[in-house]
């Protein structure tokens, strides 16, 4: 959360040209609710249904940019469908960072807690080493500039697009 994938994921699409998808939103548009009210009414659960229905579907599609929820990576067939159909950016990011980012929206429910940092420290924990089992680029977003992360991951794209397979 906050590491800056609809951010990013927006400006890079305009950078290739192609159609930028944020899952969440497309989540919020089927269900006719939004994430608050989803986590609420059917816990965190109910909205990994959903989610689970949706990366499935999106990930059907071509030459798009897809930003992905934070837990996309919870479900095995999440990571399998993401692995299987594109190519997965990791946007790393300090948990100092991510709180600064997400301090001014109440749009994330499971950070409205007393403890956000904390919540922040075991999610990395458990989420790191998924991100990390179905990532193909890696890139540390931390104090740099949005544009100067899409260059990164343009570089980084150019550089897989170049290796044999
Ligand atoms: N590299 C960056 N530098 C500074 N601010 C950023 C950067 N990336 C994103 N932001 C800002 O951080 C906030 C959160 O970004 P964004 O919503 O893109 O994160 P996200 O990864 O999509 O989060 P979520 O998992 O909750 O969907 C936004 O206000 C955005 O403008
Ligand atoms: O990290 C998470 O688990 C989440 C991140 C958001 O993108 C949303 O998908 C939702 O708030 C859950
Ligand atoms: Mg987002």
């Known amino acids: 959360m906050g590491a800056g994938k609809s951010t990013i994921g927006r400006l890079l699409a305009q950078e290739l040209s ?3 998808i944020d899952s969440d939103k497309v989540i919020e548009e089927r269900s006719g609710a939004d994430i608050p009210w989803i986590f609420d009414v059917e816990g965190e659960a109910g909205f990994r249904e959903r989610e689970m229905a949706v990366i ?3 990930t059907q599609l071509n030459d798009c940019v897809l930003a992905t929820g934070g837990g996309v990576v919870l479900r095995p067939e999440n990571r399998e469908c993401l692995q299987n159909r594109g190519v997965v950016v990791y946007l790393q990011t300090s948990i100092e960072q991510q709180l600064e980012r997400t301090a001014r929206d109440r749009n994330r429910p499971l950070l ?3 403890n956000p940092e904390e919540v922040l420290r075991k999610l990395l924990e458990q989420r790191d080493p998924l991100y990390k089992s179905c990532a ?3 890139i540390r977003t931390d104090k740099r500039h949005p544009r100067a992360v899409i260059q990164e991951i343009l ?3 150019k550089q897989l697009s170049k290796q044999p397979s």
């Open 112 to 114: 409205q807690t007393a």
């Open 155 to 157: 570089r980084q794209l």
């Open 136 to 138: 193909d680029i890696i």
């Open 56 to 58: 499935s579907e999106l």
């Open 18 to 20: 192609s159609t930028f």
